[in-house]
């Protein structure tokens, strides 16, 4: 498979991840750690349907321990850790401070054994970083009393930038193996959901539709591609690319009535779109 291919793959991640908004506020009022157990164990069905496609048989080779805690960490942990966040502090400030993680990653990779961080990556991070400020800063202010919040906001972006940079360190562990951490981050949901949660189920069709299409897509196949993209594709382009999740997810909403078109969202747009150019121009110098 060749990089360009690859990188592509893993930009599916992308598409994905821009509907989990929308289907997340379809689902409500299932709380949190519930809805992670249901939507990990329908990416871990996809991950079965993933080796089907493929032509391979279900025959998942022995982790080491430490790619177990890699993958069960970068997916209990980063989910666990937003909805934290989200709880503590303005949804808006946290959001932007946990989408911290593409930047994180473009930095993170300039280490990676064959890659080398060139000041376009860098530049087109930042401008795409100022993107994501104007489109979820709604006027909301750091303060000290959403102290929790926000460390655990940092956390999840640091979380998040880790494991996908990690991954390329175990490029040898095959993509079939993320349905195993799908399935361990459905099950360690269970106990968390029973302790600090009352169960709460979908509300109608729509709402099961919701449960379904988070499993399927940024809940499931979307960590599959992305596992193909970091390991074999350029993760530095990925990483800029990511800024686009969030303008993609609050275009989503407004398309569907959810939310309301806001002036910010015309210049956040060109400022994550001049971004990802920018970066995409250094990877091309390549």
């Not at 399935?183 to 449960?211: K, M």
């Not at 398309?255 to 956040?268: D, K, M, Q, Y």
Request: glycine share 12%; hydrophobic share 55%; net charge positive.
């Amino acid at each position: 498979m060749t990089r360009r291919r690859a990188t592509l793959i893993g930009g599916i991640a992308i598409l994905l991840w821009s509907s989990l908004a929308l289907f997340s506020v379809g689902a409500a009022p299932v709380p949190p750690f519930q809805l992670n157990a249901l939507c990990f164990a329908v990416g871990a069905g996809v991950g079965l349907g993933w080796m089907w496609a493929g032509g391979r048989r279900v025959r998942l080779p022995r982790l080491a321990p430490r790619v177990w805690a890699l993958g069960v960490v970068g997916l209990f942990g980063y989910h666990a850790l937003y909805f934290t966040a989200l709880r503590n502090a303005p949804p808006a400030a946290a959001g932007l401070i946990a989408y911290l993680w593409p930047l994180l990653i473009v930095i993170f990779s300039g280490f990676l054994p064959g890659e080398r961080l060139r000041w376009p990556h860098l530049a087109g991070a930042t401008v795409s970083l100022i993107g994501v400020a104007v489109l979820l800063g709604g006027g909301d202010t750091l303060g000290a009393g959403n102290a929790l919040g926000y460390a655990a906001a940092f956390a999840c972006a640091l979380f998040w930038s880790g494991y996908s940079v990690l991954s390329r360190r175990v490029g040898d562990v095959p993509t079939d193996c993320v349905m195993l951490f799908c399935a361990a981050t459905a099950l360690l949901s269970v106990p968390f959901h029973l302790a600090f949660e009352e169960t709460a189920w979908p509300v109608g069709a729509a709402g099961w539709l919701s449960v379904l299409a988070l499993g399927l897509g940024p809940v499931g196949l979307a960590f599959y591609v992305w596992d193909v993209g970091v390991k074999r594709g350029d993760i530095q382009l990925l990483g800029v690319l990511s800024y686009a999740a969030p303008l993609l997810s609050t275009l989503l909403l407004i398309l569907t009535g959810v939310a309301a078109a806001e002036e910010s969202l015309a210049l956040a747009a060109l400022l994550v779109v001049c971004g990802a150019a920018l970066a995409a121009w250094g990877s091309a110098r390549r």
